[in-house]
């Protein structure tokens, strides 16, 4: 696709008509790449940046946390950060300014991103701080207790219409709406690490979770550049963790029966399943190796041998209690000195952003319109 900023240009006005003209124009063109988003084409509609005057609260800023305020600030939202202290307040920025650098550097968002992000970023240890959010991600600690408690300062303080999401990994979500002044209101929203840069967000609707919260959440999903995917039956784990835990149980056995050791697992993983699921998901997956015909006699005589195992093998329990944290204190499945753990968690940050420009090559992200600015009466102006 070759640069031409005139006459295309001439007609800019605002973002929804040049965005409905791009649109056109690469339906036209039939393809999308880098270059083209780099020839003139505002970063609103390229990168699905949009210039939003909403302001939405992240609650923890942990590992996840961090990386959801990013994700946030990137895409023009003002970002509510509620921490415990200002310690962890600290940490957390330093990071964020880092994951910042990335957006830019990585992925093609613009150079006033490094400064102006700071003006859109509210830092509080108290939760005051969430009055006038419209929009709320709950990222603490996987503890049900933990969980309410926020949900219970949180909705101290917000109104009824705000949408509070929960960044839970397995707690079912009608089990944490239990107790609340309006269970309608709250939906589960999985992230996945590094949150800035993936597309992957899981939306899980609760017993009572309404159906415009849900619709709700998906837009926010999806003006962050995410592909929600929607769990239409609650489970615990929900998608991608089923799937996953399935997957860490039968290694883990495999390791406690000495069928092969935690080395030759995960080479023999890396070079299969890391080789596909960046393009397609285990069913597709199946259709392209043989279809179910295949699988069906395949898996037959496999499926009784798996472990169905009820508990966490003994091999997880035993690390597990002599404080095995992998790479933040080295030791795991494998041991990690300090220039190892910051190698292997380069290394994965680097691959993170691979996959997402693979990604974006095969897959081209889906351009959608501006949110409607907010009412200036739904900002709190003394943060």
């Not at 102006?116 to 108290?126: D, N």
Request: contains cysteine.
């Amino acid at each position: 696709m070759t640069c031409q900023k005139q006459p295309f240009f001439e007609i800019w006005v605002d973002f929804q008509l040049p965005a409905r003209l791009y649109y056109v124009h690469a339906l036209l063109e039939q393809s999308w790449s880098p270059e083209a988003a780099r020839c003139g084409l505002p970063k609103e509609v390229w990168m699905n940046q949009h210039v939003s005057a909403e302001r939405i609260a992240v609650v923890g800023l942990g590992l996840l946390g961090r990386g959801i305020a990013t994700c946030f600030l990137g895409h023009g939202f003002e970002v509510v950060a509620i921490a415990r202290t200002g310690q962890r307040h600290a940490e957390a920025r330093v990071h964020i300014e880092q994951m910042i650098g990335e957006l830019v550097d990585l992925a093609g968002f613009d150079q006033t991103l490094r400064q102006e992000w700071a003006g859109r970023y509210l830092p509080s240890t108290e939760f005051e701080a969430v009055r006038g959010c419209s929009f709320v991600v709950e990222s603490v600690l996987e503890d049900a207790a933990i969980k309410h408690d926020v949900f219970d300062r949180v909705e101290a303080q917000v109104e009824s219409t705000t949408v509070i999401a929960s960044n839970s990994s397995a707690i079912p979500i009608s089990q944490l709406q239990q107790g609340r002044r309006h269970p309608e209101r709250l939906v589960g929203m999985h992230w996945a690490e590094p949150a800035h840069a993936t597309r992957f967000l899981e939306l899980v609707r609760g017993q009572k979770t309404s159906e415009e919260t849900l619709q709700r959440a998906a837009q926010v999903a999806r003006q962050l550049g995410k592909e929600p995917s929607v769990c239409q039956k609650e489970v615990p784990g929900f998608i991608v963790n089923r799937i996953g835990y399935a997957m860490y149980r039968e290694a883990l056995h495999l390791l406690e029966t000495g069928v092969a050791d935690a080395e030759t697992i995960d080479l023999s993983i890396r070079n299969t399943l890391g080789l596909w699921a960046t393009v397609c998901g285990p069913l597709r997956w199946m259709d392209l190796t043989g279809g179910p015909e295949l699988y069906l006699k395949a898996m037959k005589p496999v499926l009784p041998t798996l472990s169905n195992a009820e508990e966490p093998p003994a091999v997880l329990r035993h690390l597990a209690e002599s404080g095995a944290r992998g790479v933040v204190n080295g030791r795991g499945f494998f041991q990690y000195t300090p220039e190892e753990a910051r190698h292997w968690e380069e290394l994965y940050r680097r691959h993170a952003w691979r996959v997402a420009e693979m990604q974006n090559e095969y897959f081209p992200p889906a351009i959608t319109a501006a949110p409607e600015p907010r009412p200036e009466e739904t900002k709190d102006s003394t943060f």
